[in-house]
């Protein structure tokens, strides 16, 4: 069956320092990945999605950036951290070209302080 | 942006009462989506119905599909206090994009 970790689940980090967040996914290939955003008691945001190896669609232009170095793989990071990065971060993953359910990662709370 | 708006955005009910959520989207599209978030969670897919299905069962839900109104409502019948969560509406952009967009969201709670 498929599986998708995403670590830290926590995180605090001073404003000016880097970023990174891991997501991976067990038991697919080549899956449609994703990165979203929840501000507190808020909506998701879409940040970034991937169709395949190096293929990332930008959709908000920020201080963030992605990259999927391997199929199952997807990163998302800032060089450098300003408060208003704070929120939940959440990956996704879903098969491709099928536009079914996405399965999501259990996020990462992250409080840029 | 072919975002889906739900409403209202906070809705609280007793157990046993039924609670309805609507989603309104801006363009065409294939299929929607409903999803659920318990409070610090990840979001867990509800429901799927295609933009050729009017309407669609699963247990104690209900998803209705009108895309001349470009709406749609989930229904949970005889609610518990376990479907305490927030409530997501989520559309495909038209085309061939694999972009997923979710809405802002109902956030439901259902008294003992």
């Known amino acids: 069956s498929q599986t998708i970790h995403q670590w830290p689940a926590t995180l605090v980090q001073p404003v000016g320092s880097p970023l990174s967040l891991e997501c991976t996914v067990e038991g697919t290939s080549n899956p449609n990945l994703y990165w979203y955003r929840q501000a507190a008691g808020r909506g998701l945001q879409l940040l970034f999605y991937?169709?395949?190896?190096?293929?990332i669609s930008s959709e908000v232009p920020q201080n963030l950036s992605a990259s999927r170095p391997q199929d199952r793989q997807f990163i998302l990071s800032s060089k450098k951290l300003l408060l208003s990065d704070s929120g939940f971060y959440l990956c996704?993953?879903?098969?491709?070209?099928?536009?079914?359910?996405?399965?999501f990662g259990q996020g990462t709370r992250l409080t840029v302080v | 942006s072919q975002q889906g708006e739900e409403d209202p955005q906070a809705l609280s009910i007793q157990e046993g009462e039924n609670a309805t959520m609507n989603c309104s989207y801006k363009t065409s599209i294939n299929n929607l989506q409903w999803y659920r978030q318990n409070s610090g969670r990840g979001l867990v897919h509800l429901i799927l119905i295609r933009s050729n299905e009017r309407e669609k069962h699963s247990g104690r839900l209900r998803v209705t599909l009108d895309t001349s109104k470009k709406s749609s409502s989930l229904l949970i019948t005889a609610s518990r206090a376990a479907d305490t969560a927030s409530y997501f509406c989520a559309t495909d952009a038209p085309g061939g994009s694999e972009k997923l967009v979710f809405g802002k969201g109902t956030k439901l709670t259902v008294n003992p």
């Open positions: 991937s169709v395949g190896i190096g293929q």
């Open positions: 996704a993953w879903r098969e491709t070209g099928r536009r079914t359910e996405a399965f």
